[in-house]
C-alpha cells in the first residue's frame, strides 16, 4: 500500500481526563507526599509523538494506583498464570496489543485490566490522572496509562487463564534501593533492587547498553517473581514523575538512547515492525531521522541481507537476555 493511499492513522493517543473528587472518594485520607505525587501525575503530558506508530505493534498497560492504610499510594501488580506461552508465572502491569474495537491506547488498556482483574472501565471510579511516553518492548511499542482507584471497596474477579494472583507494592519504593517491608530472620539476603546492563548495537553497529532493574516484591518465598524488565522500567518513571525526585540509583548507563530513539531504530532494523509499517503505509523517513541512519544503511536493513543480520543480532540479544537473567533471578 503507498503511503498515499493509506488510510489515517488514528489518535491512540486522545483522552479524556475527568475531575477528580478525592474528598468524595472512598478511600482513606492522603499524605502530603500523596497528594503531591497525584498532582504531579495529573498534569503530565508526554511529549507530542513524532513517530507514527503501526497500529498492529501497539500496546498499553495500565498503572493501577490506589491509596493504602496510611495514605501511602501503592500499585497493583498481578503474577502471570504459569499456563501463558510468553512470561509465564512473571510480575506484571495488566495490558495487551491494541483490539480493532479501541479507539485510544486508554481503552486498550482499561479493557485488558477489566479483562484480566475485573478492574471496572468506570472513568468516575477509576479516573485517568495521564499517559506516559511509549517504550519499546520485544516486539511492541508499550504505553503507560496511570488510573486512580476512587473506590477501595472495589474488588478484583480475576481471569484464571491469564491471572494466577494479584497483589499491591508501594509505589515510592521504586526511588529506592532500600526495602520497603521487613525480611524475614531466616531468609538469605538479597538486595532489594539490582540491575544489569544489556549489550547491543545501534545505527553503524555503535555499541550501545541498556539498563534492567529488579525489585523484589518480599513474596518470593510464595512463588511471586520480583518486579523486573519493562515493567520495573515504567514503574520507576511513573513515581519519578509522581513524586518529582530522582532514584537514589542511576536509571541508565551513559551514552543510552532515547526511547525514541530505540523506537525509530526498531521500526527501521526489525523486521517485524518494518513490515508493519510497510502494510500500514506508514512513511520511514521521520524514523530514519530520529535514529540517525542514512538512506544507504537503510537500503541495508529493508533488502534480504538486513533482514538476515538484524535476525542474527536478536538472536545473539536474545540468548545473552536469557543468560543474563538466570544467572540474576
Not at 196 to 211: A, C, H, M, Q, Y
Not at 275 to 287: K, N, Q, R, V
Request: charged share 30%.
Amino acid at each position: 500500500m503507498s503511503s498515499k493511499n493509506a488510510p489515517k492513522p488514528m489518535n491512540l493517543l486522545k483522552y479524556h481526563r475527568p475531575k477528580i473528587r478525592l474528598n468524595e472518594a472512598r478511600i482513606p485520607p492522603l499524605s502530603q507526599e500523596s497528594k503531591r505525587c497525584l498532582r504531579n501525575l495529573a498534569v503530565y503530558r508526554p511529549q507530542k509523538p513524532k513517530l507514527i506508530l503501526p497500529r498492529s505493534k501497539c500496546a498499553a498497560v495500565l498503572v493501577a494506583l490506589f491509596v493504602g492504610r496510611q495514605g501511602d499510594l501503592y500499585v497493583l501488580l498481578s503474577r502471570r498464570s504459569a499456563n501463558l506461552r510468553t512470561y509465564a508465572g512473571d510480575t506484571s502491569l495488566p495490558g495487551g496489543k491494541v483490539d480493532p474495537e479501541d479507539r485510544t491506547l486508554e481503552d486498550t488498556a482499561r479493557r485488558e485490566a477489566y479483562e484480566e482483574i475485573g478492574l471496572p472501565r468506570d472513568r468516575q471510579k477509576v479516573p485517568l490522572l495521564c499517559i506516559l511516553d511509549p517504550v519499546l518492548a520485544a516486539e511492541l511499542v508499550v504505553t503507560p496509562v496511570v488510573v486512580l482507584i476512587l473506590d477501595n471497596t472495589l474488588r478484583p474477579i480475576l481471569n484464571a487463564a491469564e491471572v494466577a494472583s494479584l497483589f499491591s507494592h508501594p509505589l515510592a519504593s521504586f526511588l529506592s534501593s532500600n526495602l520497603p517491608f521487613p525480611q524475614e530472620p531466616e531468609s538469605v539476603e538479597v538486595p532489594y533492587h539490582t540491575s544489569f546492563d544489556i549489550p547491543s548495537t545501534g545505527p553503524e553497529n555503535k555499541k550501545i547498553s541498556f539498563r534492567v532493574h529488579q525489585f523484589l516484591t518480599g513474596r518470593e518465598a510464595g512463588g511471586i517473581k520480583p518486579v523486573f524488565g519493562l515493567t520495573a522500567g515504567i514503574l520507576i518513571r511513573v513515581a519519578t514523575i509522581g513524586y518529582a525526585r530522582e532514584p537514589d540509583f542511576e536509571v541508565n548507563p551513559r551514552g543510552t538512547p532515547t526511547q525514541e530513539q530505540r523506537i525509530a531504530w526498531a521500526l527501521l532494523s526489525r523486521p517485524a515492525f518494518r513490515e508493519a509499517c510497510i502494510m500500514e503505509g506508514i512513511d520511514l523517513s521521520t524514523a530514519r531521522r530520529i535514529a540517525g541512519v542514512s538512506e544507504e544503511e537503510d537500503r541495508q536493513l529493508g533488502g534480504d541481507k538486513g533482514s538476515v543480520r538484524e535476525k542474527e543480532r536478536r538472536n545473539e540479544f536474545e540468548g545473552r537476555w536469557r543468560k543474563l537473567r538466570r544467572s540474576k533471578l
